[in-house]
């Protein structure tokens, strides 16, 4: 009995841990089942934190570059909408110009490409940065052209100085100081002898030609129809 407890309990260590016998005379014992197991747990909740850590650092980079991509994404479009904005109202006074407009016409005109040239100004950065190239050339080629059709102190800025000269005559009327409401009344009938002649010189179907062309452009630059 004794012998076969013993020969058990061998046959039970040697289940236990595996003896690996050496070319050198040594032994070394190897873990046993239970010890690859724990091994083995250890191996894979390692790999699994590892996996997460990557995959979290992923999200982290992907919801970054998404918040990124939706500021240039508004940025843009709100850059573009104001110069569609601004150039609609020149481009719809086309009816205007297929004949010499009268000088009210010229004023509408003159309100509407003040203001463009405005918010061109004021969005070019945006538009440079984030719109199509072909929105950014008609942009240059539009600025260009209010430039050398409309130099400083000729016509826009008579067309702006009139209705505060109207005014001015208005308020000298009631005020009964005829004398300062006829000195307005020549100011203002200058003004409107220049804007005439200026009209004349001007070439509106080209300016009203060219702003249809730069809405065009940031329309297709907000659809992505061009790059």
């Not at 570059?65 to 104001?82: D, F, G, I, P, Y």
């Not at 600025?143 to 050398?148: D, G, H, Q, S, T």
């Not at 109207?166 to 200058?190: L, S, T």
Request: aromatic content about 6%; some cysteine.
């Amino acid at each position: 009995m004794a012998g076969g407890a013993q020969e058990e309990g061998l046959s039970l260590g040697f289940r236990r841990n595996w003896v690996l016998h050496c070319r050198d005379g040594t032994s070394q014992v190897m873990p046993d089942a239970a010890t690859w197991s724990v091994i083995g747990s250890s191996t894979v909740a390692v790999a699994s934190l590892a996996t997460a850590a990557i995959g979290a650092r992923s999200q982290r980079q992907h919801e970054v570059k998404q918040a990124r991509e939706e500021r240039m994404w508004a940025a843009k479009t709100s850059a573009l909408h104001n110069l569609i904005g601004a150039a609609w109202p020149v481009a719809a006074l086309e009816p205007l110009v297929d004949s010499a407009p009268h000088w009210d016409e010229v004023a509408q005109l003159a309100e509407a490409i003040l203001r463009l040239r405005t918010v061109m100004r004021d969005e070019a950065p945006g538009i440079e940065a984030y719109a199509s190239a072909k929105c950014r050339d008609e942009l240059i080629r539009t600025n260009v052209l209010l430039i050398e059709t409309f130099p400083d102190g000729g016509l826009l800025d008579d067309c702006a100085a009139l209705p505060y000269e109207r005014r001015h005559k208005e308020e000298a009327i009631d005020a009964r100081d005829f004398e300062a409401a006829a000195r307005y009344r020549d100011h203002e009938r200058e003004t409107l002898a220049r804007i005439a002649t200026a009209s004349r010189d001007t070439d509106w179907k080209a300016v009203v030609a060219r702003c249809g062309s730069l809405m065009a452009a940031a329309r297709a630059s907000i659809q992505g129809g061009e790059s």
